[in-house]
Nanobody
Framework: VQLQASGGGSVQAGASLRLSCEASGDTFSSYGMGWVRQVPEKGREFVAAISRSGDSTTYADSGKGRFTIARDDAKNTMYLQMNNLKPEDTAVYYC??????????????????WGQGTQVTVSS
C-alpha cells in the first residue's frame, strides 16, 4: 500500500489542523492505521492509531483530548484532527499502516508501510 500524507502547515498556538493520509495500491480496510511524529532531537513518537473497523482508537497522552483520529474507507483516507495545537506539537507527522487480522486491533507499533511525512509547525 502507498500512503500520501498532507495537511501540515505553520500555525499559531491554539489553532487547529487536519492531517489526511490517502492510501492506494491495496485494500485500505485491511490495514490498521496510525500517526507517528518525529522531532530530530527526539526520534519518532507514537501519536494515535485506529483499527481496521474504525471502532477502536488509541492516543498518546500528549494528544488525548486534543487529537481525533478517524478513517473513511470509502475514500481510502485516514485523518488526524488536531485542536488547540501547542509548540511542542511541532514535528514531521507520518502516517503508517499495518495489516492486521482482527478488525478491532489497534496497532501502535510494527507498521509495515509509511507515508512521506507532512510538517507541522506551531509557534507561540
Amino acid at each position: 500500500v502507498q500512503l500520501q500524507a498532507s495537511g501540515g502547515g505553520s500555525v499559531q498556538a491554539g489553532a487547529s489542523l487536519r492531517l489526511s493520509c490517502e492510501a492506494s495500491g491495496d485494500t485500505f480496510s485491511s490495514y490498521g492505521m496510525g500517526w507517528v511524529r518525529q522531532v530530530p532531537e527526539k526520534g519518532r513518537e507514537f501519536v494515535a492509531a485506529i483499527s481496521r473497523s474504525g471502532d477502536s482508537t488509541t492516543y498518546a497522552d500528549s494528544g488525548k483530548g486534543r487529537f481525533t483520529i478517524a478513517r473513511d474507507d470509502a475514500k481510502n483516507t485516514m485523518y488526524l484532527q488536531m485542536n488547540n495545537l501547542k509548540p511542542e506539537d511541532t514535528a514531521v507527522y507520518y502516517c503508517a499502516a499495518r495489516r492486521t487480522w482482527s478488525e478491532s486491533y489497534v496497532p501502535t507499533q510494527g507498521y509495515e508501510y509509511w507515508g512521506q511525512g507532512t510538517q507541522v509547525t506551531v509557534s507561540s
